[in-house]
Nanobody, 126 residues
């Protein structure tokens, strides 16, 4: 089992940047595919980005491709989401999640992720 704690959310102006972090407990972090999802008010949770256990493969939602970068540091049990050129429509609660499934070459689903953090709020507004 793994426990996840997100941090780094906040209020940022359009065009600005934020870096989210997700710290994981346990010695098996490197065996998990890690993902970021988000949920805006009144909307369903949606996939944002995912990274393979080694960090060698990544997958992004079309809406964030070219603006967001997911990375991980297995020595620190941490996964990151660097968010640049933020837009008001990026406003949401962002969740970190861990999956025992490998990262496939298709959009991941939330059902594949067994462990979730509590979420961190990101608000993009002037």
């Amino acid at each position: 089992q793994v426990q996840l704690v997100e941090s780094g959310g906040g209020l940022v102006q359009p065009g600005g940047s934020l870096r989210l972090s997700c710290a994981a407990s346990g010695r098996t972090f490197r065996s998990y595919t890690m993902g970021w999802f988000r949920q805006a008010p009144g909307k369903e949770r949606e996939f944002v980005a995912a990274i393979s256990w080694s960090g060698g493969s990544t997958y992004y939602a079309d809406s964030v491709k070219g603006r967001f970068t997911i990375s991980r540091d297995n020595a620190k049990n941490t996964v990151y989401l660097q968010m640049n050129s933020l837009k008001p429509e990026d406003t949401a609660v962002y969740y970190c999640a861990a999956s025992k499934f490998p990262l496939y070459s298709r959009r991941p689903t939330s059902d594949e992720y067994a462990y979730w953090g509590q979420g961190t709020q990101v608000t993009v507004s002037s």
